[in-house]
């Protein structure tokens, strides 16, 4: 059990002290270098990645995994050839074990038959002239070595971070940008609405000038209750007077000046002043001189929502 839990604490301590140099490697990165490559001052950027990297690769190649030797395929002979090792002894001669026949020598095949199999092979297996070499069982390429590995993955590291962080930047920057957009619209509304005030404030100060029977009168928008539109012509009524003043106008012009926060089209023939409205309905409206004006079907939506806190 003690053996288990050694093997099992030193491989992850192995673990830890492969990771720690990716990991230093990719802090140093985010926090130090990567603000100066998205601050575009890439001639710190680039020569400090560059002595960052080769400094990651004098580890990887000295530290991490030293250089070690090649020792050659499995099956090569290594070391000093076998006459020049100590005790060597040659190996015996093949010996014919037919007696020569008239003294003359035996054929070759008598005196070595192990050769037979090395006989060539046929010619129709032989390899076509000018025909590419054999392919070696692993490609013809050397395996990548892992000081090499550890340096490509370092690269893909910085390449990833740089482009993680591009992409959340994008994605903060367009949350800014909107935030700004729906910011900008409520200042825009918020200073149209200040616009259409103070132009209300000043149509409510200013009098009224209407030309009637070759004369000019003059009437303040507070003290009108109601107009009433008569084709080319209006009656506006007002509060104190007992006649209407009849005026040559149509109802869309008196609505440019009259204040549009006091006054309100509830009729296709009647405007009233918003202020002296005594009670309403959903069909009508009864003002403070006790007349009861209609409210037309295409006009109770908007007026149910101008008459919410007035009345």
Partial sequence: METAQTGLFNYLL??????????????????LLAPLFFRRKLIVYIPVTLVLLVGFGFYCFNFGNP??????????FQGPPPMMQEGFTPPPMPQNDRPPVGGMVPPFDTVAPHFDSMTPPPMNEMPPFGAPPQIMPDGGHRPMRPETMKLLIALLLIG?????????????????????????????????????NAANIRKAENELIFKTDYKQVRVKPDNILYIEGMGEYLKIFQQGAATPLVVLMSMKRILEQLPDDRFARVHKSYIVNLNRIANSSRTQVTMENNTTIPIGESYRVAVSERLKGKV
């Fill in 14 to 31: 192995q673990f830890v002290i492969q990771i720690l140099p990716y990991l230093f490697l990719l802090l140093l990165h985010h926090f």
């Fill in 160 to 196: 990833v971070d740089l482009g993680l962080m591009a992409y959340v930047k994008n994605i903060r920057a367009e949350k800014q940008v909107q935030a700004l957009k729906a910011e900008n619209q409520k200042n825009q509304e918020a200073i149209e609405e200040l616009h259409r």
């Fill in 67 to 76: 250089i070690s030797f090649p020792q050659g395929r499995p099956g090569q």
